[in-house]
């Protein structure tokens, strides 16, 4: 069965930094490009950015170009996303997603708030 | 970027009912798109992908057509289950886009 299990939230204050972790189990890792969702509360759904399954070819929503990174670590079936520069517009809960023809297994999600 | 019309944004529908959503693209897409079921405080669970194709385990009340810029997904008699927010996601073209949701609640 797969599994992806997020970890990581909190709260943190403006401009503050956060390490998201993703722990994916049931597939085989390295085959599969990633994703990270976020869901701003009462929102919609957000893509925030891709990686694919070498690492190499990484992606990112405008909104936050330039201050998130994705990497993973396909030894320890492991996704990150490095939040820096963080705002009070980042405040969401993040999901991971195995991405297969689009979107397929999302874990359950881990909330991030931003806030002095 | 690619933009994602789903309509309507909420709906009211007893158990039984036919229900569609649609889900419009600002350009083409092929048939690159998922449509999702989400429950309040769940995550969002996929019910269809390639536009048509039913996920493993999803019943077959649930149906998906479409290609290129139009697409309805359609639930052949509601059930009580079945109430929740709908969302459409193209994956053809970066950024990745949802449509902004459809909440399907009891009449």
């Known amino acids: 069965e797969v599994q992806l299990l997020e970890s990581g939230g909190g709260l943190v204050q403006p401009g503050g930094s956060l390490r998201l972790s993703c722990a994916a189990s049931g597939f085989t890792f390295s085959s599969y490009t990633m994703s990270w969702v976020r869901q701003a509360p009462g929102r919609g759904l957000e893509w925030v950015s891709d990686i694919s399954g070498s690492g190499v070819g990484t992606y990112f929503a405008d909104s936050v170009k330039g201050r998130f990174t994705v990497s993973r670590d396909n030894s320890k079936n492991t996704l990150f996303l490095q939040m820096n520069s963080l705002r009070a517009g980042d405040t969401a809960i993040y999901y991971c997603?195995?991405?297969?023809?689009?979107?397929?297994?999302w874990g359950r999600g881990t909330p991030v708030t931003v806030s002095s | 970027d690619i933009q994602m019309t789903q309509s309507p944004s909420s709906l009211s529908a007893s158990v039984g009912d036919r229900v569609t959503i649609t889900c419009r693209a600002s350009?083409?897409?092929?048939?690159?798109l998922g449509w999702y079921q989400q429950k309040p405080g769940k995550a969002p669970k996929r019910l269809l992908y390639?536009?048509?194709s039913l996920q493993s385990g999803v019943p077959s009340r649930f149906s998906g057509s479409g290609s290129g810029t139009e697409f309805t997904l359609t639930i052949s008699s509601l059930q009580p289950e079945d109430f929740a927010t709908y969302y459409c996601l193209q994956h053809n073209t970066y950024p990745l886009t949802f449509g902004g949701g459809t909440k399907v609640e009891i009449k």
């Open positions: 390639a536009a048509s």
């Open positions: 350009q083409g897409i092929s048939n690159d």
């Open positions: 997603v195995k991405a297969s023809y689009g979107m397929d297994v």
